[in-house]
């Protein structure tokens, strides 16, 4: 009987380079909310805190953290074929809008909170940012800076007299603003 034997000796040297890469995740945790009213702080209190009579019925762009740095994809066609370039995105990228859905026969915020809104909105802070703490929806607060206060559908504050009179705003009212940061 014939034993065949083989043998090989290879040598392994060390990689030439290491690639290493490392992704925040965002994670969306189960949140039916709660009943705790979202709140407005204006720098050092020059303004007094609008504390929301009533949640907004609907918002855009957050969850239980922002949900405004999704990465943006861009294609290109080239004559090789598409070239595709991702973006990642950022905090302030995307607006958040909070909207009371009100018509001209309903209205779903008082008078005095829409003029709380607007004197944060018409007064912006010299130095500092608005702090908005979501407390229905997560115990983080964010520094913001608003964009726009519409009643109406309009970028102009549309009252109309009936409403006034009763101390109520007919019509659609957004409260649209951007995150700055978390607060420390």
């Known amino acids: 009987m014939t034993d065949l034997t083989s043998q090989t000796t290879f040598e392994i040297l060390a990689a030439a380079e290491e690639f290493e890469e490392t992704a925040d995740l965002i994670l969306l945790p189960e949140n039916a909310g709660e009943e705790a009213m979202r709140e ?9 805190a609008i504390i929301y009579e009533e949640l907004p019925d609907k918002w855009e762009n957050f969850d239980s953290v922002p949900l405004t740095p ?17 973006w990642p995105g950022y905090l302030a990228d995307k607006s958040i809008r909070e909207i009371w859905s009100g018509d001209a026969s309903k209205s779903r915020m008082t008078l005095g909170h829409l ?4 004197e944060y909105y018409l007064n912006p802070p010299s130095s500092g940012y608005i702090t908005w703490y979501p407390k229905d929806r997560t115990t983080t607060g964010y520094q913001i800076e608003i964009e726009s206060v519409t009643v109406g559908g309009t970028d102009a504050v549309s009252l109309d007299y009936y409403g006034v009179y009763a101390g109520y705003v007919l019509g659609e009212v957004i409260f649209a603003f951007r995150i700055v940061s978390e607060v420390a």
Do not use: F, I, Q
């Not at 003029?115 to 607007?118: A, D, K, Q």
């Open 70 to 86: 999704r990465p943006t994809l861009k294609v290109e066609a080239t004559l090789a074929g598409n070239k595709l370039a991702r």
């Open 115 to 118: 003029r709380r809104l607007l």
């Open 40 to 48: 407005l702080h204006y720098p050092n209190d020059a303004l007094p």
